[in-house]
């Protein structure tokens, strides 16, 4: 498992990144916030996430090892994948996220494109006991 990757911004995009580190170029998913962080820079550090299925190896990148920690926390809720994970946190702030959980705020987090009454509710009652400030 990998914990981080360093390397020169090869390519970014909102959506991903492409960092070159010693000739080989890592194709790193990352949300708006990571690119806001990241935005102006020309070598960057990701914690990354790597998810490995039947058809592929995918990474999930972060600017903070905060976001990868709510992150992973995320995915652990069922019906909540990677891709939903990662649209939450391009939706808003990991501090709001977790208030939101905390404070069982289940129509803030329905206002996330995929996330219905149903896997909100599972969400706060999966995570709220984990929520750490």
Same mark, same amino acid.
């Given at each position: 498992m990998y914990a981080y990757i360093k390397g020169k911004v090869a390519e970014k995009n909102p959506?991903?990144?492409?960092?070159?580190n010693n000739g080989i170029g890592y194709?790193?998913?990352?949300?708006l916030n990571t690119y806001?962080?990241?935005?102006?820079e020309t070598e960057i550090k990701l914690h990354v996430h790597q998810q490995?299925?039947?058809d592929a190896h995918?990474?999930?990148?972060?600017?903070?090892?905060s976001e990868k920690q709510l992150f992973q926390? $995320?995915?652990s *809720?069922? &019906?909540? !994948?990677?891709?939903?994970?990662?649209?939450?946190?391009?939706?808003?702030q990991a501090s709001d996220i977790q208030h939101a959980i905390i404070q069982?705020?289940?129509?803030? $987090?329905?206002? *996330?494109? &995929?996330? !219905?009454p149903k896997t909100a509710k599972r969400m706060i009652l999966e995570l709220k006991d984990k929520m750490i400030f």
């Open positions: 959506a991903f990144v492409v960092l070159d194709h790193i998913n990352i949300s806001t962080k990241i935005q102006n490995i299925t039947e995918t990474f999930y990148g972060f600017a903070e090892v926390q $995320l995915i *809720v069922s &019906g909540v !994948g990677c891709s939903t994970a990662r649209i939450i946190l391009s939706s808003m069982e705020n289940e129509k803030l $987090l329905e206002k *996330v494109k &995929g996330i !219905g």
